[in-house]
């Protein structure tokens, strides 16, 4: 129950920080056990950008989905005409995002973000909201 009660102030985290950036956003209450149907965290807009979002989070061991979860964040994200995109938030970080074809795929078919994977490949917040652009030794 702590755990999700931790979840939970995650995604309210992320709405408000969305909702700050320009963003309608809205927390989808039918997300995990409230319904049949598979339904992304939190979705986002600004009139430009849309994005259907996995939000996970943990205090530093590594996030895994289940393939299940990623084909149905992807199948809603394609139907909707939105980005998918999985955030991942670990504590005492802020939260960086992921195409699902980024992820790296366990041989069960599963999906797994490390810590050092997001601070090092993940998009931070700020870009993902359009306020900052990551410039790369490649860019120079």
Request: cysteine-free.
């Amino acid at each position: 129950m702590a755990a999700n009660r931790k979840g939970d102030r995650r995604e309210r985290e992320l709405v408000n920080r969305l909702d700050e950036a320009g963003f309608a956003v809205m927390r989808a209450p039918a997300s995990g056990s409230a319904t049949d149907r598979e339904l992304p965290d939190v979705l986002a807009g600004d009139g430009e950008r849309f994005y259907a979002i996995e939000a996970k989070s943990s205090s530093g061991d590594p996030i895994y989905l289940s393939g299940e979860e990623v084909e149905a964040l992807i199948y809603f994200a394609q139907n909707f005409g939105a980005k998918a995109r999985i955030g991942v938030r670990f504590d005492r970080e802020d939260w960086y995002f992921f195409h699902p074809g980024d992820l790296y795929t366990t041989d069960g078919g599963n999906y797994r973000v490390k810590k050092e994977t997001a601070l090092a490949d993940g998009v931070d917040f700020e870009e993902f909201v359009g306020i900052s652009t990551k410039t790369t030794l490649d860019d120079l």
